[in-house]
T-cell receptor
Framework: AQKVTQAQTEISVVEKEDVTLDCVYE???????LFWYKQPPSGELVFLIR??????QNEISGRYSWNFQKSTSSFNFTITASQVVDSAVYFC??????????????FGEGTQLTVNP | DAGVTQSPTHLIKTRGQQVTLRCSPK?????VSWYQQALGQGPQFIFQ???????QRGNFPDRFSGHQFPNYSSELNVNALLLGDSALYLC??????????FGSGTRLTVV
């Protein structure tokens, strides 16, 4: 069975601080996908990134960066120079890789990030 | 290009009643998945529809059922509502492994 653990329930930082959100996963699949989603108070899950299990290159997108380490089954997310608008719940998710259009997502419990001015 | 549309946005029902939630997928998407998100928790997979058939199902009782129409829109039905069914119900549509697009959800409160 697949499992995603986000050990940090809540994180509070001051604007402009860097913050890292941790994600550890478990799966028996050799091929899988990892995701990060942002959920603002409106409720909609906003897609941030998808990573294939064969691609361990770290990725940077503006102030966001992701560190994928297959050896430790971790897929951590760092926000550099945090802003108040980054305040939200962030979810890490895992899915098996299938050839058809989409597979179920297994989500972690989420990390509530609060960025204070 | 409209994203995923869910209706209604909020709903209050009494225990034992039945409810139907609706989802219109993003244009071009053919697969619809439903998730239940209890307060303070991550979304839990309910089921997925493709070509009008249930393709995958999570660990939810038979009280939860669904349907997909020829235009790819979908309904989630919950019978004999329990207090524990109170949650945010999220619909996600996809076309390939890149394309999970979520709606804003329906907030269901069972009293």
């Amino acid at each position: 069975a697949q499992k995603v653990t986000q050990a940090q329930t809540e994180i509070s930082v001051v604007e402009k601080e860097d913050v890292t959100l941790d994600c550890v996963y478990e799966t028996r699949d050799t091929t899988y996908y990892l995701f990060w989603y942002k959920q603002p108070p409106s409720g909609e899950l906003v897609f941030l990134i998808r990573r294939n299990s064969f691609d361990e290159q770290n990725e940077i997108s503006g102030r966001y960066s992701w560190n994928f380490q297959k050896s430790t089954s971790s897929f951590n997310f760092t926000i550099t120079a945090s802003q108040v608008v980054d305040s939200a719940v962030y979810f890490c998710a895992l899915s098996e890789a299938v050839e058809t259009s989409g597979s179920r997502l297994t989500f972690g419990e989420g990390t509530q990030l609060t960025v204070n001015p | 290009d409209a994203g995923v549309t869910q209706s209604p946005t909020h709903l209050i029902k009494t225990r034992g009643q039945q409810v139907t939630l609706r989802c219109s997928p993003k244009s071009g998407h053919d697969t619809v998945s439903w998730y239940q998100q209890a307060l303070g928790q991550g979304p839990q997979f309910i089921f997925q529809y493709y070509e009008e058939e249930e393709r995958q199902r999570g660990n939810f009782p038979d009280r939860f059922s669904g349907h997909q129409f020829p235009n790819y829109s979908s309904e989630l039905n919950v019978n004999a509502l329990l207090l524990g069914d109170s949650a945010l119900y999220l619909c996600a549509s996809s076309l390939d492994l890149n394309g999970y697009t979520f709606g804003s959800g329906t907030r269901l409160t069972v009293v």
